[in-house]
């Protein structure tokens, strides 16, 4: 039994020294976030941390890049629409 | 004059030359505007673009601002497309003695005509509420508003183009053309461009193509760093700056000021400032200066603790010894009119400044006495 | 400035890094060794934390990597963290800011060395921000970090030898690989081979993936070039086009190839702010990147400060290793007050011959200009900010942008949060192809490639004390 963390409500699986982004491209899923002004989906695009495509929401800390973020058991993944913060809007 | 000069040479495409060439090509000049970089590649691309008259005691500077914001309030109907944005100002205060002091400048900015509005420190939320609670009490000035500032500029020389004027990025003004005491023009890196007038829009430059021609301005620069944080939902609704910041403005001291200085942008990002060193054109990242500006930031929003900063870019001011603007004919060197020295406030004034020039070239009447301003003011 | 506990410090863990590090220790100085991944390797031995064994056969020359390891075994590692800046001299010590999960570190040395390495160059496409289409070195990392696919059915496209290795490990873990579509004609090669003789290890490595790709069937097209992707809410197929010389598509040419992954890069962009933080003199290399001018010794303009590997010319990992053993070893020398020895006569041979073999890659793999003409106005250039090719172009015709930090600050392309990483380099070409604009120059570059925030801090962190007890 592998090792595992909630993405949106369910259980995405992960091996040892895997990446969110990793284990959620492994598990089929390929966009976690949209953009702020078009609402386009994104997801891994450069996988090393340069690009900042790949933004998500951990343990309620967003912007986060999940190709960087090791995956840990129990972790709260979610994805993130557009800033990743809009309950600061006033 | 020989037949191909240009009524008006403008040597700076920053915010200040793209006004001056604006105004003075609305009026039918011709007009060629010369920079040795890019379009608002100085100081006009390292502000905020903030258009205030909220940081002035009442005079000369204050009278200046006053007249700018209503013709940047025009600029953005009749140019528009640079993010005009009317957020207004707001000055706070977090000791009660510093509230008092506060109360009474706008008391008596509110005298020349400046809307102000007191906010006592239990309704300071309602304003801004991600504002921390602790503060004795703020100023609102609904006046203040803000630009994207190379938008601005770019946009306004657009609009000059639009009427006939010329753009000539990449040419370097090396001297000056000279008929007995008069300026006739400017020797460039692309050729000589004879001309009636020419308006030194240099910014912090200024002083050296004031020297060309053989004048003394003394415009120095003052260096300030910015910190540009990740795209944002609106958190912060006007620009929110603390009371000392108008004594930073005004101070002699060469040493290292900060004030928090915190606004939001149309692009999402929240820019933060203000330092004001004098160090030359010394380019290098003060950490030292960031994590003050960090830390004051932070103090008045708390919220901003966990936000991430993505960016940060240094510029420097162009300052006068007595903190005002350099605009007008120079008496020393008749055909050379100054449009610089504005310091950390060039966007702001640059659009009363463009059209004062524009008038003053025109032989009108110019809409405010610019006595104050006058070139040769700093003749011992 | 603090005292400076190590002699030398070396950013960046890839094989120039430690290959520097090892040279430095072996030279007598004591090594900081930072890196923001989790482990050494860089991206070119990259794996995860432990060992690599599982991911051996997609490797190369692990031996080196090994005695590399070891031979830097006693710097002290600062891994898993992101330089946010450098600052410093000589005289006064060099402070190297990074930031590790929530705490941020400084580390002061006499000496730097500079071994950032480089990531794919990008140039746009249609829908190119479609998930499902990665970086050529994305799908690598996927791969070689994590062990996962990026998809079933995947296009490998773009131009230069690195796409070899990232089709041959797609295919090698199961992967169908429906094409390799290279942009030029690599049979060029012909013409080099004076300088690619002299290389005999890489050119086994280019055969050995050569023969990976045939064993697995992968067809490898030339002159052709992925134009669009296409899905709704992921890539479902991509538009490939036969190009001519100048990269035009051949009109007629086109053709949909279904398939769930794609995988692109256009060769290397150098990361270069630590560098530019600095102030070191640059120049623009034979494939167009910005990058750093050294001498013999790897030495930049600013005394005290070297740079290794990619950062200073795209050559791959092996240029990397002797670059980096010639700056560690410099970089002791001048922090322990030692003489410095002239370079090797072997490393000089080793990096010249490098050297030779990467200025041929760059001659047969060049980007041509043609790629502007497959974008729409509506095509995304910045895919942080959003910005298309017509705003870009709108910032040049309309704005009077002529350089590319002017066309990136009237358009917001490459103001988002990777800060232009991704289409600075597209950017600069669309600027500089407009009329009236200069051809691209190391300062367009360095108006592009300059990140004085060189990772984000947050306002708290960068606050420091202050910042977290609010009020001071």
């Given at each position: 039994m592998s090792a595992r963390f909630e993405f949106d409500g369910r259980a995405v699986p992960f091996s040892e020294g895997q990446t969110v982004g990793a284990a959620l491209v492994a598990a089929g899923v390929r966009s976690w976030r949209t953009t702020r002004r078009e609402g386009r989906p994104r997801g891994?695009?450069?996988?090393?941390?340069?690009?900042?495509?790949c933004l998500v929401t951990v343990d309620d800390v967003p912007n986060q890049r999940a190709c960087l973020v090791p995956a840990s058991s129990g972790a709260i993944v979610r994805s993130q629409e557009g800033d990743g913060r809009g309950h600061l809007a006033v | 004059m020989p037949t191909d000069a240009a009524d008006v040479v403008v040597v700076g495409a920053g915010v200040v030359g793209a006004a001056t060439a604006w105004y003075a090509a609305r009026s039918g000049r011709s007009v060629t505007v010369v920079d040795r970089?890019?379009?608002?590649?100085g100081t006009t691309g390292a502000g905020e673009g903030n258009i205030l008259?909220?940081?002035?005691?009442?005079g000369a500077e204050l009278d200046l601002a006053r007249l700018s914001s209503g013709l940047w309030r025009e600029l953005a109907v009749e140019?528009?497309?640079?993010?005009?944005?009317?957020k207004g100002g707001l000055v706070v205060a977090s000791t009660p003695a510093g509230f008092d002091t506060l109360v009474s400048l706008a008391a008596s900015q509110r005298d020349t005509g400046v809307e102000t509005v007191v906010v006592p420190a239990g309704e300071l939320a309602e304003h801004?509420?991600?504002?921390?609670?602790?503060?004795a009490g703020g100023v609102l000035y609904p006046g203040d508003a803000q630009v994207q500032p190379m938008l601005a500029a770019a946009r306004l020389l657009r609009a000059a183009r639009a009427k006939g004027a010329q753009v000539r990025t990449g040419v370097e003004v090396t001297g000056f053309l000279r008929s007995g005491g008069r300026v006739t023009g400017v020797r460039t890196s692309a050729g000589d461009l004879p001309a009636g007038a020419i308006v030194?829009?240099?910014?912090?430059w200024g002083g050296e193509v004031a020297s060309l021609a053989g004048v003394d301005v003394p415009v120095l620069p003052r260096r300030g760093f910015i910190l540009v944080t990740e795209p944002l939902p609106r958190i912060v609704r006007h620009k929110v700056y603390a009371a000392e910041y108008v004594a930073d403005v005004a101070s002699d001291d060469a040493d290292l000021q900060t004030s928090p200085v915190v606004e939001g942008t149309e692009a999402g990002t929240i820019l933060i400032g203000a330092s004001r060193e004098r160090?030359?054109?010394?380019r290098t990242l003060s950490v030292r200066v960031l994590r003050a500006l960090a830390a004051q930031a932070v103090a008045l929003?708390?919220?901003?603790?966990?936000v991430q900063v993505i960016r940060a870019y240094r510029g420097f001011r162009p300052y006068c010894p007595d903190h005002l603007p350099v605009i007008g004919p120079d008496p020393r060197a008749p055909g050379l009119y100054h449009a610089c020295?504005?310091?950390?406030a060039g966007i702001g004034l640059a659009a009363a400044t463009g059209r004062l020039i524009a008038q003053l070239i025109d032989g009108e009447d110019p809409d405010l006495d610019v006595t104050p301003y006058r070139p040769e003011r700093f003749e011992a | 400035m603090a005292t400076s506990p190590y002699d030398v410090a070396v950013v960046g863990a890839g094989p120039a890094g430690l290959a520097a590090a090892a040279a430095a220790l072996a030279g007598g100085a004591r090594v900081a060794l930072i890196d923001?991944?989790?482990?050494?390797?860089?991206q070119y031995w990259?794996?995860?934390?432990?060992?690599l064994g599982a991911v051996a056969d997609l490797h190369h020359d692990l031996r080196t990597f090994r005695s590399l390891v070891d031979g830097a075994a006693h710097a002290v590692k600062y891994f898993g963290h992101h330089v946010w800046t450098v600052s410093g001299s000589a005289a006064d010590g060099f402070a190297v800011r990074s930031v590790a999960g929530d705490a941020e570190e400084e580390v002061g040395a006499r000496s730097l060395v500079l071994a950032p390495g480089a990531y794919d160059r990008q140039v746009p496409f249609r829908?190119?921000?479609?998930?499902?289409?990665?970086t050529a070195g994305g799908a690598q990392a996927l791969l070689k970090?994590?062990?996962?696919?990026?998809?079933?059915r995947v296009v490998v496209g773009g131009t230069g030898p690195f796409l070899l290795p990232v089709a041959a490990g797609l295919a090698a873990r199961?992967?169908?690989?429906?094409g390799v579509y290279e942009a030029?004609?690599?049979?060029?090669?012909a013409r080099h081979a004076g300088a690619v003789a002299r290389v005999a290890a890489k050119l086994t490595e280019g055969a050995g993936y050569a023969a990976a790709l045939a064993r697995h069937r992968v067809p490898f097209h030339t002159?052709?070039?992925?134009?669009a992707a296409h899905g709704d809410?992921?890539?479902g197929a991509v538009t490939v086009a036969r190009l001519d010389r100048e990269w035009r598509v051949v009109p007629g040419s086109e053709r949909v190839v279904e398939c769930d992954a794609v995988a692109v890069g256009w060769g290397f962009t150098p990361q270069l702010e630590l560098p530019l933080a600095l102030g070191v003199a640059t120049r623009v290399d034979a494939d167009g990147s910005l990058v750093v001018e050294v001498d013999e010794?790897?030495?930049?303009?600013?005394?005290?400060v070297y740079v290794a590997g990619e950062?200073?010319?795209?050559?791959g990992a092996p240029l990397a290793v002797a670059e980096g053993e010639i700056a560690g070893t410099a970089a002791a020398a001048t922090a322990t007050g030692t003489a410095l020895a002239p370079v090797p006569a072997r490393l000089r041979r080793r990096r010249r011959a490098l050297r030779r073999f990467a200025a041929a890659m760059h001659a047969v793999h060049p980007v041509r200009d043609?790629?502007?003409?497959?974008?729409?106005?509506?095509?995304?250039?910045?895919r942080c900010e959003e910005v298309t090719a017509g705003e870009v172009r709108a910032a040049v015709?309309?704005?009077?942008?002529?350089?590319a930090r002017t066309a990136k600050l009237l358009?917001?392309?490459?103001?988002?949060?990777?800060q232009g990483r991704v289409c600075g380099y597209a950017t600069a070409c669309l600027t500089a192809s407009a009329p009236g604009s200069a051809p691209v120059s190391a300062l367009d570059l360095q108006g592009v490639s300059?990140?004085?925030?060189?990772a984000p801090i947050s306002l708290g962190r960068l606050a420091g004390d202050a910042g977290h007890n609010g009020q001071q």
């Open positions: 891994v695009f450069c996988g090393i941390g340069i690009c900042f495509d | 970089g890019s379009v608002a590649g008259v909220s940081d002035k005691p009442p140019v528009g497309g640079f993010e005009y944005d009317a801004e509420p991600h504002l921390t609670p602790s503060l030194n829009a240099a910014g912090t160090v030359g054109y010394d929003f708390p919220v901003l603790a966990g020295g504005h310091e950390g | 923001a991944g989790r482990q050494p390797g860089g990259r794996h995860r934390p432990g060992d829908s190119w921000d479609l998930p499902g289409v990665y970090g994590n062990e996962v696919l990026v998809g079933r199961g992967a169908r690989v429906v030029n004609r690599p049979a060029g090669w002159r052709r070039a992925v134009v809410d992921v890539v010794h790897q030495r930049t303009s600013v005394p005290g950062a200073c010319g795209v050559g043609g790629w502007q003409t497959w974008l729409g106005d509506d095509t995304l250039v910045c015709d309309e704005l009077g942008a002529t350089d358009s917001r392309a490459g103001m988002g949060w990777c300059e990140r004085p925030i060189a």
